[in-house]
T-cell receptor
Framework: GQQVMQIPQYQHVQEGEDFTTYCNSSTTLSNIQWYKQRPGGHPVFLIQLVKSGEVKKQKRLTFQFGEAKKNSSLHITATQTTDVGTYFCAGRMRGSTLGRLYFGRGTQLTVWP | DTEVTQTPKHLVMGMTNKKSLKCEQH?????MYWYKQKAKKPPELMFV???????INESVPSRFSPECPNSSLLNLHLHALQPEDSALYLC??????????????FGPGTRLLVL
């Protein structure tokens, strides 16, 4: 069954508005990775979070990893039309040695100009 | 360089055809993956190779046959597929390090249509 839950499934925003997607796991993660997939494209690695409470920024994108390493979020400030796509989180379960990633179902972001 | 290449980009095949998908990486990664992705869904893991040995098979039907000829190449042989197998097939690779900081890099995928 689904081990990493991601919400919302869809988000429509006006250009300039902020956007946040959330991921939650029922079990502790060793790390979590975020990917962006443009329409017609493939998942592109954005960032990896490893430490409890970690916060990383990439320009307008802010990624957080919860203190318990069970949840994570991606926040985009002042969205642009280039931010359109589906954002996936993918967690690696603590104790997993085979490199398996558990993907959230993704959040599809639409940005209206 | 974090490039994973896949060929072909698009493939149309009949249910009686035999075809192969190819994946290549030159990052020295020792783990390679096949995923299947349907529209508006996350990638679904099919196979994992670690040091050229099959380590995970997610109960994939035998009409899909993976092969890892060497540490840089990964193939997926297709035979007698069904229309519901139409999807984007993604290859990925990672370092297979023992640390928890292992990142998977995806190739551009092969869009497969089975008629």
């Amino acid at each position: 069954g689904q081990q990493v839950m991601q919400i919302p499934q869809y988000q429509h925003v006006q250009e300039g508005e902020d956007f946040t997607t959330y991921c939650n796991s029922s079990t502790t993660l060793s790390n979590i990775q975020w990917y962006k997939q443009r329409p017609g494209g493939h998942p592109v690695f954005l960032i990896q979070l490893v430490k409890s409470g970690e916060v990383k920024k990439q320009k307008r994108l802010t990624f957080q990893f919860g203190e318990a390493k069970k949840n994570s979020s991606l926040h985009i400030t002042a969205t642009q039309t280039t931010d359109v796509g589906t954002y996936f989180c993918a967690g690696r379960m603590r104790g997993s040695t085979l490199g398996r990633l558990y993907f959230g179902r993704g959040t599809q972001l639409t940005v209206w100009p | 360089d974090t490039e994973v290449t896949q060929t072909p980009k698009h493939l149309v095949m009949g249910m009686t055809n035999k075809k192969s998908l190819k994946c290549e990486q030159h990052m020295g990664h020792r783990a390679m993956y096949w995923y299947k992705q349907k529209a508006k869904k996350p990638p679904e893991l099919m196979f994992v190779y670690s040091y050229e040995k099959l380590s995970i098979n997610e109960s994939v039907p035998s009409r899909f046959s993976p092969e890892c000829p060497n540490s840089s190449l990964l193939n997926l042989h297709l035979h007698a597929l069904q229309p519901e197998d139409s999807a984007l097939y993604l290859c990925a690779s990672s370092t297979r390090s023992l640390s928890s900081q292992e990142t998977q890099y995806f190739g551009p995928g092969t869009r497969l249509l089975v008629l």
